[in-house]
T-cell receptor
Framework: NAGVMQNPRHLVRRRGQEARLRCSPM?????VYWYRQLPEEGLKFMVY????????ESGMPKERFSAEFPKEGPSILRIQQVVRGDSAAYFC????????????????FGAGSRLTVL | AQSVSQHNHHVILSEAASLELGCNYS??????LFWYVQYPGQHLQLLLK??????LVKGIKGFEAEFIKSKFSFNLRKPSVQWSDTAEYFC??????????FGPGTRLSVLP
């Protein structure tokens, strides 16, 4: 039972290019979350998705950033026209369908994708 | 909206010292509570969780946490830390149907 798979693990882009980060959730998990971690800073929530739906994108910058979780395939976090300030580790996490008091609602994290913008 | 605060940004201890990391949350309803650990260069891993029942929760590697509902707190403890516990520790809260909210993290440095 593979865990949360993220790729690429490392991505280097020049300013103005596009970055695409992919996340395959654990088998049986239907919820995906994206977080950004900057050096010396904590974990910042970006977006929470279910299949074909964005549930909460309150942490996502309004411009240049977008996320999707299609019916088939991985979730993708897309950053257009990257700037140096986008350099960070981007973590994806997944969880099973939410059931109250089930004890099953736990986030499992992937290894992260480290984006470096030159 | 939910929020999570962690009392200490950076804690430095010697090996065998006792540890307590504070975590407080703000949310009026029923919540699930978590502590995650991030070892240097690695991803976040679940340390322990509370959903219901006994408010004293035991996790991996000798860690435990106590949920005190009246204080909206979920402090993490370990009686005797080891050098290998050096890591960043994140408290998180989640309510049914809602997002997971993480605290800012506490960096623990254990001196050999």
């Amino acid at each position: 039972n593979a865990g949360v798979m993220q790729n690429p693990r490392h991505l280097v882009r020049r300013r103005g290019q596009e970055a695409r980060l992919r996340c395959s959730p654990m088998k049986g998990h239907s919820h995906v979350y994206w977080y950004r971690q900057l050096p010396e800073e904590g974990l910042k929530f970006m977006v929470y998705l279910q299949k074909e739906n964005i549930i909460d994108e309150s942490g996502m910058p309004k411009e240049r950033f977008s996320a999707e979780f299609p019916k088939e395939g991985p979730s993708i976090l897309r950053i257009q026209q990257v700037v140096r300030g986008d350099s960070a580790a981007y973590f994806c996490a997944s969880s099973p369908p939410d059931r109250p008091f089930s004890g099953a609602n736990v986030l499992t994290f992937g290894a992260g994708s480290r984006l470096t913008v030159l | 909206a939910q929020s999570v605060s962690q009392h200490n940004h950076h804690v430095i201890l010697s090996e065998a010292a006792s540890l307590e990391l504070g975590c407080n949350y703000s949310y009026g309803g029923t919540v699930n509570l978590f502590w995650y650990v991030q070892y240097p260069g690695q991803h976040l891993q679940l340390l322990l969780k509370y959903f219901s029942g006994d408010p004293l929760v035991k996790g991996i590697k000798g860690f435990e946490a106590e949920f005190i509902k009246s204080k909206f707190s979920f402090n993490l403890r370990k009686p005797s830390v080891q050098w290998s516990d050096t890591a960043e520790y994140f408290c998180a809260v989640n309510a049914y149907g809602q997002n997971f909210v993480f605290g800012p993290g506490t960096r623990l440095s254990v001196l050999p």
